[in-house]
């Protein structure tokens, strides 16, 4: 790779804990592509439950008949299963080099998360090999590799009934999350959130018509990114309805909705040499249909 090539940036639905699932199925494109990822990006709900687990409602009646919801605690203390990809001895063929950077959804740990990124402006690690970061809310940060850079933005969580929420340690964002995004008033170039703007995702579902954030459709608008990408729906991936020249787009989660086929959309990849010279896609590669929940750790 010369380092003038565009920056490969794998972009991720919710992944509930399924990490390990994530780093099989990157590995793979590596190996089918022979292009190495640079970064990895994440719409939030990535599932990061450290023990001891303080797990809301949903994730634990999940996590019961699917313990790969649980999977963050692998990665956050270490162990064989992280070790594949991270660890001195991991092969070079399924060796991850990018960073996983994430925002947080609805169904994570916001203790955990609130303590690991107080008073940060930048992503930080939350696991036992710093390759994976959390983004704080209203943070942005610049990534870059030879004459290439690229400025990403996040907004966690969701709206509480459609507006900020006040509890900054909950699933909501917060008023002030969202003025500490939009305050130094410069594009990004990438927004990520969890919540897809209001109104946006109607083209998916009609019982979306009226869903989404209206705080999220106004950062749009004022930051007006080159791209925009957000989960939580759980639906095929599939671009949404944005405004100006951004390209906004829902990503599936990266699961299994049912045991032998992927969820279609979960990862997409972007390529990146400047805002006019970059191009994103789903992936939708023939050899993903050979991903079972049975054999994914094997493949």
């Not at 994530?22 to 719409?43: K, N």
């Not at 996590?63 to 605690?73: K, Q």
Request: charged letters at 25%.
């Amino acid at each position: 790779m010369t380092l003038d090539a565009p920056l490969e940036i794998a972009v991720l639905g919710d992944v509930h804990g399924h990490l390990t699932l994530v780093y099989r199925l990157l590995g793979r494109w590596q190996r089918e592509t022979g292009r190495a990822l640079d970064l990895i990006l994440q719409v939030g709900d990535l599932g990061a439950f450290p023990p001891p687990f303080r797990l809301d409602r949903a994730t634990k009646r999940f996590a019961e008949s699917d313990p790969d919801e649980l999977g963050f605690a692998a990665y956050h203390e270490g162990g064989p299963e992280a070790d594949a990809f991270f660890g001195p001895d991991a092969p070079a063929d399924q060796r991850i080099s990018a960073d996983l950077v994430f925002i947080r959804g609805n169904h994570e740990d916001f203790e955990f998360l609130d303590e690991a990124g107080a008073g940060s402006d930048a992503p930080v690690p939350v696991d036992a090999y710093q390759k994976i970061l959390y983004l704080p809310n209203g943070a942005r940060f610049t990534f870059g590799r030879g004459p290439h850079r690229i400025t990403i933005g996040g907004l966690g969580g969701i709206s509480d009934g459609g507006r900020p929420g006040r509890d900054p340690v909950s699933e909501h964002y917060t008023a002030s999350e969202v003025r500490r995004l939009r305050s130094r008033g410069e594009r990004v170039d990438v927004l990520l959130s969890h919540e897809p703007p209001h109104g946006a995702a109607a083209a998916i579902h009609p019982r979306y018509a009226d869903g989404g954030s209206r705080d999220v459709l106004e950062l749009l608008r004022e930051l007006r990114p080159r791209y925009h990408f957000a989960g939580h729906y759980h639906e095929p991936g599939q671009p949404l309805a944005a405004t100006g020249e951004t390209q906004s787009y829902q990503l599936n989660a990266v699961n299994f909705g049912r045991p032998h086929r992927l969820n279609p959309g979960c990862i997409g990849i972007l390529r990146w040499a400047g805002p006019e010279e970059s191009t994103f896609a789903l992936l939708d590669a023939p050899w993903l249909g050979e991903y079972t929940r049975s054999n994914y750790r094997v493949l």
